[in-house]
């Protein structure tokens, strides 16, 4: 059984940093797509950022390019580098594999985390 849980979310100012991370169990995680999508309050959910098997190829929503910086390990666990928070990014954050299509247009996924809150204030 396939198993994502995110952490790090938080309440934090304006300016401020935060770090998601994504435990995955349950089957080897190394050949396979994985991402984080958001979801704000009465939003859809919407693709953030992509890392392939490798981790050296990497995508990147537009409103936070530049800003957030998406990792992973070879011990099946994923990251969120997250700089220079707005308020616009307050959200709840979720750990996805098996990203569809492969890219910034991703929208789909197989497995779910269940959701970890991020809060920007300002």
């Known amino acids: 059984q396939v198993q994502l849980v995110e952490s ?13 991370s994504c435990a995955a169990s ?3 995680f190394f050949s ?3 991402g984080w999508f958001r979801q704000a309050p009465g939003k859809e959910r919407v693709f953030v ?9 990497t995508y990147y929503a537009d409103s936070v390019k530049g800003r957030f910086t998406i990792s992973r390990n ?3 666990t994923m990251y969120l580098q997250m700089n220079s928070l707005k308020p616009e990014d307050t959200a709840i954050y979720y750990c996805a594999t098996d990203l569809r299509p492969w ?20």
């Open 74 to 76: 070879a011990h099946n």
């Open 103 to 122: 890219g910034a247009q991703a929208n789909r996924a197989d497995y779910w985390g269940q959701g970890t809150q991020v809060t920007v204030s300002s």
């Open 32 to 34: 396979y797509t994985m």
């Open 8 to 20: 790090g979310g938080g309440l934090v100012q304006a300016g401020g940093s935060l770090r998601l």
């Open 26 to 28: 349950g089957r080897m």
């Open 49 to 57: 950022a992509a890392v392939d098997w490798s981790g050296t190829t």
